[in-house]
């Protein structure tokens, strides 16, 4: 959605398919000029997507995410009057929750259809270094990941020392946000701080959500991107803990209505706060407690993870894109 916004310059039509219950609308598709939904269905999607393509007549294509990028670059072929532009969001052979033969076999699709692509728009440096590691001569750019505005009735966050503590994330719940990890924070940290709260914002995996309740995190359900927000502005503290990851789209957000962040050590982050980034539940938890208790930490947090993020600005977003989709002038 937020590419819409920072390329208004082009006329956007969207194709998409989404998990049953996981998408609880709140006007967002009145952004584009037709919306089409297509079935479930792997083998025939990428048919679907041809007559999309063939019904809209678009200069360029652009695949979010690896399965769409699979379904567009099997489905149609670049043209000179049709570029093709695939963005990741985290590549297929980044999962750590399948064996490696497999992760292997991804990779090397990928490989072959980087031949049928006009340029990877990474959203990370890590997507950036994967793509070019694959293909040293394909055009890959970086279009940085932006967090849309908060509502204007939530104002920024400002936690304060000696308030209730409460923990959240956001996500679907499911191996590559990593549930498991969340459940032993929750167990870290009710050692150090009993009256500790924890929420994950959104649903997934009928077992892991289980998981997650028997361990004392309180579950959302999937909800409206407004009330997405209202859950965030409630926490003290945001803790990512995905396994992988293309960029955080959810850091972005916290960041942006003030929340303390931290973060698991991935591949995704490795340039990150290394203060505010670490490799276990307890460590992760002890900084939690840390920021719970001392206004400089929370101060520091909020400078270190403002530096990181600055080049994830609306300004670059619009630069990038536009050079994308060749809308700045020459």
Known sequence: MNYVASSPGAEHHIAYRVRQGEYVPSGELGQFASATAFGESNLMAPLAIKQIIKQNRPTVVHAHSSLAGAFVRT???TKRDRRIIYT???YA???RDIHLVKRLCLEFAEWCMAFNTDT???CSTREFELAKRGHPRLEVTLVPNISAPPPPQLQVHDPEAGR???VVTTGRISPQKDPDFFARLASELREEVPSAQLTWIGAGDRQLT???LQAGVSVTGWLPRPDVWTQLRMGTVYAHVAAWEGFPLSILEANRIGLPIVARRIPALADAPRDWVHDSPARISD???LLATSADARRRNSLHWD??????SSQNQVSTLGALYGLNPD
């Open 93 to 95: 052979f980044e999962r």
């Open 287 to 289: 900084a939690i407690s």
């Open 88 to 90: 990741p969001h985290c």
């Open 75 to 77: 489905g149609t072929r």
């Open 307 to 312: 530096a990181y993020l600055r080049g994830n």
């Open 120 to 122: 990877v728009a990474a």
């Open 210 to 212: 289980d998981a997650l």
């Open 164 to 166: 209730s503590l409460h």
